[in-house]
C-alpha cells in the first residue's frame, strides 16, 4: 500500500513522497525503507530524526516529527481515548 492510498484509508493528512510503497510496520529502531513507524512520544519523535522508516505516522494532536530526508510523514487524526479505525473495502 502506498503512503497515499493509506492516508486516504485512515482520513489522515501526509508529507512527503506519497508513492512510498509501504510492506510493513515496525518500530523505529528496526523500521526499514518500506517500514511505517509510529511516533507517540517526545522521546519516540526525537527518535523519528534518525529512523530509516519509509514513513512516520504520529497522531494529531501529538509531537512534532522531524523525518529524515528520506520519509513521509503521516498525521492520522485519532484520539487516545477511543481510537476509531475506518472500515476498508
Same mark, same amino acid.
Given at each position: 500500500?502506498?503512503?497515499?492510498?493509506?492516508?486516504?484509508?485512515? =482520513?489522515?493528512?501526509?508529507?512527503?513522497? #506519497?508513492?512510498?510503497?509501504?510492506?510493513?510496520? @515496525?518500530?523505529?529502531? %528496526? !523500521? &526499514? =525503507?518500506?517500514?511505517?513507524?509510529?511516533? #507517540?512520544?517526545?522521546?519516540?519523535?526525537?527518535? @523519528?530524526?534518525?529512523? %530509516? !522508516? &519509509?514513513?512516520?505516522?504520529?497522531?494529531?494532536? #501529538?509531537?512534532?516529527?522531524?523525518?529524515?530526508?528520506?520519509?513521509?510523514?503521516?498525521?492520522?487524526?485519532?484520539?487516545?481515548?477511543?481510537?476509531?479505525?475506518?472500515?476498508?473495502?
Amino acid at each position: 500500500m502506498r503512503v497515499r492510498e493509506l492516508a486516504q484509508w485512515l =482520513a489522515a493528512t501526509f508529507e512527503g513522497d #506519497g508513492e512510498t510503497e509501504l510492506t510493513g510496520v @515496525a518500530t523505529l529502531e %528496526a !523500521a &526499514g =525503507a518500506g517500514d511505517l513507524a509510529f511516533v #507517540g512520544t517526545r522521546k519516540a519523535a526525537q527518535q @523519528a530524526e534518525s529512523s %530509516a !522508516a &519509509g514513513c512516520l505516522a504520529r497522531g494529531a494532536p #501529538g509531537p512534532q516529527v522531524r523525518p529524515s530526508p528520506l520519509s513521509s510523514r503521516l498525521v492520522w487524526p485519532f484520539t487516545w481515548g477511543g481510537m476509531r479505525f475506518p472500515r476498508y473495502g
